[in-house]
Each structure stands twice: as structure tokens, then as C-alpha cells.
């Protein structure tokens, strides 16, 4: 039977402290469930990078072909994101939920088992979808088992750890995998992590959905969903070869009208996807204008930073997969501190805070050079850029879902997650290119990490000012 959760109510909520929530020990469960499956999601983002020459050499696919493997995945991934996100709050957050992680789970099988480039690509694109299920439904459900205030802000401070935890362990992962058992080893650990908690998920999570069952926004559904597929694939082929193409061109193009037709759909829509109105909070779309800058900008870093690592300084992929596992230790003292620091200063000053301490740490990389000691300088400024990136994306979630009705923390939470991809997607193609196009790469690296910080600190200070009459 389904919950309201409009009156639903957690146990967290009689057993906080103040400041100091205390969660009961089915609240952990809950949240060890919701923060694996995202952990999982956030693995697979990278895992596979530095695999792709031995899956290349194995399936037969050449060097222009193996950017599918990655754009396969983020094209539902991203694509999906809203549309599902509003799926779960009509029809069942829990059960669109456990289909993504069934659906995640035999897509990974497939792409561990893969036989030929098709079968491993199909495999790819159902793992984006169900992907897409995931993400939006667990951070639905997650901001709906735990009330607003310190309870809410420290299970998304975990969330958020694991979520940049997962990255970055996939990156050191990926590689040690793949030298010992090949590529598919890469895939078989994300068919175990689905195998994990598929089996734990239904008996924990209570299902969630709006009360008033309102019809499904169908012309607001194909217009984000293809203007985000086509965005998406723009700026994924755009990494690799550039925005001249004719084909990334047109891509880029059509998102942007069938974006701009979205807008106009839901303005006329009597059950709007995207509520318009919840766009114009101040919270929502301040707060995901922070989110998108520290999730590009930090992508874009780790990016170039591992072309001047091996090309510049020439250290080995093991080698450099070390210098972001301290990029990882320090993201997971940060998500034990992020959200103590927004029950002091509020979710409004950690992000513009953050903001600030990520672009002032990345512009101490300006003075790297060839020199061997400018390793330690990109692991110490990439570490601490990290902290101050990681108190961004649990704050910017704070910020963005404080003050919505639980009959709207779906779409919320849609918006959350679809910034994120979008930021993933989005930075490495726009700055990164300019150290691949570069005569001289150092020369290149210098220019996207200071076009790197004005961004952020731009971003930092517009927040602020955006935000400075919320209460958040």
C-alpha cells in the first residue's frame, strides 16, 4: 500500500539531536541501500575510462568508436533524468526505484558478457536508463524518509560523499581491475554492487507518491527528453572531435529549440512536468546554478589534470589513479564535516563558501610546471579543491530541495540529478578541449584552469547574490 508522504514521518526525525542527528537502525539501512545504489551509479561514471583501450583491442572497436562506450551510457543517463523523476512521483518512487536496479543490474550482466561491440553498447544504453531511474528516485526517496533540518542535511552529506567517492575509487578501480582481470572485471563489479542491494531494497524502502495522481505531461516528456538526448550527445561527441562536425552542430542546435519549445510546453500545461513556478524559487534555481558550475568545473580539472600528469610529468595510469585517491580520502572528511558546517552557517554560505575555496584552490594550480614537485602541488590543491567541491554539492542539495512539498521532492530531486549529469557532461567538452587542441599542452592547461576559476568564483559570487534573501 502506498504512503503520503505528506504526513509520512521518520524515526530520525525523535531520535536527532540537535545538530547531531541520531539515526535509528532501520534509518542506516535505508540510507546504506539508497547511498550504495548511488555510489554504484557515480562508479560507473568512471570505471571503465581507463579500460577502453583493452576493450577496444578485445571487441574490435577503433579509437573513434570508443568514446560510445561512455556517450552510450550518458545519453540515457542524462536524457531520462526529469522524465523519470516525475514518473516516481506519480506512480511509485520505491518501485520505479527497484525496476531501474533490476533493469541496472541484467544491463551490466550483458555488458560483462558482451560478444561484439552491438551487445556491448546495448548493454551501455540500458545501464544509462537504468541509471536514470535510480538516481532520482533514491534522492526522492531519500529527502522524503528524512526530515527537513540536520537529519536530511547529514544523510545527503553521505549521499554526497559517496557520490564523489564513487567516482574517484572507480578511476583507482578501473585500472587496477583491468590489469589483473581485464576489462569485464570492470563491469562484473557493478552486476555484484546490483546483486547487493537489489535483494535488501524492497523489504526497507516504504513506497512514495503524490497523493493526487495528476496525468502525465506527455508533450513536456519528448521535448526535454530529446532536446536533453541531443544536448547530451552534442557535447559528449564535441570532447573527442571538436565542435566543428556538422553532426554536433545540429545536435547542439536542435537541444536548444526543443529546450526552449520545453519551456514553452510547460507555461501552457495544465500538469506541467517542470513546474515553472518552482524554477522561479530562488532556492531551486540559484542553487542549481552552483550545482552545475562545481560539478563542470571539478570534472573539467580532474580531466586535464590527468592529460598533464601523463603526458606532461609522465607518470604511469596506476600512478596517477593515486594522486585522486587522496582526492577520495579527503572527500569523505568532508562529508562528515559539510553538513555540520550547514547547521552552524546555513546551506546559502557553505555553497558560496565552497564555491570560493574551489576556485581560489584551483588557481594555485596555475603554477604547475614540468618540474617533478608540481605533482605534489596537483595532489595537495586537487585534495583540498575537492573538500570545498564536495561542501558544494551537499549544500547546492539543501538548498534546492529546503522548502519543497514532499508531493514535489521527485521533481526536485530531478532537477538535482540532472544538473549533475548535465555538469559532468558539460565542462570537459567547453574547456577541455582547449588543452587537447593546444600546440603546447602545458601551455593549454594553464588556460582551462584559469578559465576554470573565473567560472567558479564567478559562480560564487553570483550565488550569493542570488541567494542572499533566502533563509536556507
Known amino acids: 500500500m502506498a504512503i503520503d508522504t505528506t504526513t509520512q514521518t521518520s524515526p530520525a526525525a525523535d531520535t536527532a539531536a540537535p545538530g547531531i542527528p541520531r539515526l535509528s537502525t532501520r534509518d542506516k539501512l535505508v540510507l546504506f541501500v539508497l547511498c550504495a545504489a548511488q555510489f554504484m551509479v ?7 575510462n581507463v579500460a577502453l583501450p583493452d576493450l577496444g583491442r578485445d571487441l574490435g572497436m577503433n579509437t573513434s568508436a570508443l568514446q560510445w562506450a561512455v556517450t552510450a551510457f550518458a545519453l540515457p543517463s542524462g536524457g531520462f533524468l526529469l522524465l523519470f523523476g516525475r514518473v516516481g512521483d506519480l506512480f511509485g518512487r520505491r518501485r520505479l526505484f527497484l525496476a531501474g536496479l533490476a533493469l541496472f543490474g541484467a544491463a551490466s550482466l550483458l555488458s560483462t558478457l558482451a560478444w561484439d561491440p552491438a551487445s556491448f553498447l546495448t548493454g551501455r544504453a540500458l545501464q544509462g536508463l537504468g541509471a536514470a531511474a535510480i538516481v532520482p528516485t533514491g534522492m526522492s526517496l531519500l529527502t522524503t524518509t528524512f526530515p527537513e533540518g540536520p537529519a536530511r542535511d547529514r544523510a545527503l552529506g553521505i549521499s ?7 567516482f574517484t575509487i572507480g578511476m583507482v578501480a578501473g585500472g587496477t581491475l583491468t590489469d589483473s582481470f581485464g576489462w569485464r572485471s570492470t563491469m562484473a563489479l557493478l552486476t555484484l554492487f546490483a546483486l547487493i542491494v537489489l535483494p535488501l531494497a524492497p523489504g526497507l524502502l516504504p513506497e512514495s507518491r503524490t497523493p493526487d495522481r495528476p496525468r502525465l505531461d506527455v508533450p513536456g516528456a519528448i521535448t526535454v527528453t530529446t532536446g536533453l538526448l541531443s544536448l547530451i550527445y552534442a557535447l559528449s561527441t564535441a570532447a573527442d572531435h571538436g565542435f566543428g562536425r556538422a553532426d554536433v552542430l545540429a545536435a547542439l542546435a536542435a537541444g536548444l529549440l526543443l529546450l526552449a519549445a520545453f519551456v514553452l510546453v510547460e507555461s501552457r500545461s495544465a500538469a506541467p512536468l517542470v513546474s515553472l513556478p518552482m ?5 531551486v534555481a540559484w542553487g542549481n546554478i552552483g550545482g552545475l558550475v562545481t560539478f ?4 573539467t580539472i580532474v ?3 590527468t592529460l598533464y600528469l601523463q603526458e606532461i610529468l609522465g607518470l604511469s595510469a596506476f600512478e596517477t589513479g593515486l594522486v ?7 572527500s569523505v572528511v568532508a562529508g562528515t564535516l559539510a553538513p555540520k558546517v550547514i547547521g552552524r552557517l546555513g546551506a546559502r554560505r557553505t555553497l558560496v563558501g565552497s564555491l570560493a575555496g574551489q576556485g581560489a584552490l584551483t588557481a594555485s594550480l596555475l603554477l604547475l610546471n614540468t618540474h617533478v614537485w608540481s605533482a605534489w602541488l596537483a595532489t595537495a590543491a586537487v585534495a583540498l579543491a575537492s573538500m570545498c567541491h564536495l561542501g558544494a554539492i551537499i ?9 519543497v512539498p514532499d508531493a514535489e521532492q521527485g521533481l526536485a530531486t530531478g532537477l538535482v540529478t540532472s544538473t549533475q549529469q548535465v555538469g559532468i557532461t558539460v565542462g570537459i567538452p567547453l574547456l577541455g578541449v582547449l588543452a587537447t587542441t593546444s600546440g603546447d599542452l602545458l601551455s593549454g592547461v594553464h588556460t582551462v584552469i584559469a578559465l576554470d576559476t573565473a567560472i567558479v568564483l564567478g559562480a560564487a559570487l553570483l550565488t550569493g547574490l542570488g541567494l542572499r534573501r533566502s533563509r536556507v
Do not use: E, K
Open 42 to 48: 557515480a562508479l560507473d561514471f568512471s570505471v571503465l
Open 160 to 166: 554526497g560523499t559517496l557520490l564523489s567517492l564513487g
Open 279 to 283: 524554477l522561479r524559487r530562488r532556492t
Open 296 to 299: 563542470s568545473m571539478m570534472s
Open 303 to 305: 580531466f586535464v589534470l
Open 324 to 330: 585522486f585517491g587522496f582526492q577520495g580520502v579527503l
Open 395 to 403: 549544500s547546492y542539495g539543501v538548498t534546492v530541495t529546503s522548502g
